[in-house]
C-alpha cells in the first residue's frame, strides 16, 4: 500500500542535496514561528530530511554526510531543534541504521483501509457530527488529547496554544458537516474524534504515503478520562469508519505518538495499520 518514491525535486530555497555514492536525500530547514499552531508539533527549529538509498549502507553513508553538514552549517541547530526522517515502518532493515544515528521513531503513521472489520461495541453510546454548541466540550477534548500527546512525545504545549486551538475549532465548526464527531454517554459530551478537512494539497502529500484514494488525514481521538474503558473510544471510531466508508474514502490515516501506551493497542485492535515511522532525534545534531 506504500507507493513508489518519486524522483526528489531540484533544492528550493531552504533545501538542499545531500549525495554519496549510492544515495541522496533532500534536506528541507524550516524555522516555525512559536505563535504558530505548528509549535504544538515539536521544536522551532526543524531538519526534515527525504533519503532515497539502495541499502542499510548507503544509508549509514548518508547519514554521517547529514551530520557533517549540519554540524559545518552557518545555522547549526541549537538545542531547540530536531532532524527527521519519515520511513516505511516494515523496513525494519534500516532500523538499526537509524538507531545507530540517535534517531527515536517518536511517531508512527498509521492506516485502515475502506472495508476492515468493526469490532464489537456496547451500543449504549450515541455518536454525531458536532456543532458549534459542542464548542467548549470539543476544545476540552482537544486540550485533553495535546497534554497527552505532550507527556508521550516531542510535542510541546506552548502559552498560545489554547487560544491557537480555540480559535481553530471554531472555524472547523462552522461548516454544516465538519471533520468532528463527539460521543454522548447517558446524555453527556465525553469523548470527540476530529478530522482534517480536506483539500488538494493534503491529498497530494497522501498520495505519497498510501496508494488507497481518496484518504481521510484524521488528527485525534479523545475521550474523558472518567469514561475510558466503557467503550466510548469503539463506538466514536466504529461510526468514523462507517461514515467514511459510506462516503468511499478508500483509507484513513493519521499519526499517533510510539510510545503511547494508550493509542498502540486502541488503534491496532479497531483495524489500523503502521505505515510509516517518524524517525525524530532531538536537537537534530
Known sequence: MIPEADPLPEP??????LEVDGAHGLLTHTRVAADELEAVLGPLDRWEFAPRVSGPDEMAALLTRLNQYLESHPERPG????????????DVGMTAV??????????????????????????????????PEDSDEVYALQMVETRFDAAVSGAVE?????????????????????????????????????????????????ATRITATPVAHLICQAVKEEYRGLGVGTSLANHVHTELDAMGIGAAVGYHAMFNPVSMPFWHRVGWRPYWNRWVRTPAV
Do not use: C
Not at 538545542?79 to 516494515?90: G, I, N, T
Not at 527515536?104 to 483501509?113: A, D, N, S, T
Open 12 to 17: 528550493a530555497d531552504g533545501q538542499e542535496m
Open 79 to 90: 538545542e531547540d531543534s530536531m532532524a527527521a526522517v519519515e520511513w516505511p515502518s516494515r
Open 98 to 131: 537509524f538507531r545507530a544515528f540517535g534517531f527515536v521513531p517518536e511517531f508512527v503513521m498509521i492506516g485502515r483501509l475502506r472495508g476492515t472489520d468493526l469490532v464489537a461495541e456496547p451500543g449504549n453510546v450515541r455518536v454525531r457530527r458536532a456543532t
Open 158 to 206: 506552548r502559552d498560545n496554544t489554547e487560544e491557537l486551538l480555540r480559535a481553530q475549532l471554531a472555524e472547523s465548526l462552522k461548516l454544516d458537516e465538519p471533520m468532528i464527531w463527539v460521543a454522548e454517554y447517558e446524555g453527556q459530551v465525553v469523548g470527540m474524534h476530529r478530522g482534517e478537512e480536506p483539500s488538494e494539497p493534503q491529498q497530494a502529500w497522501l
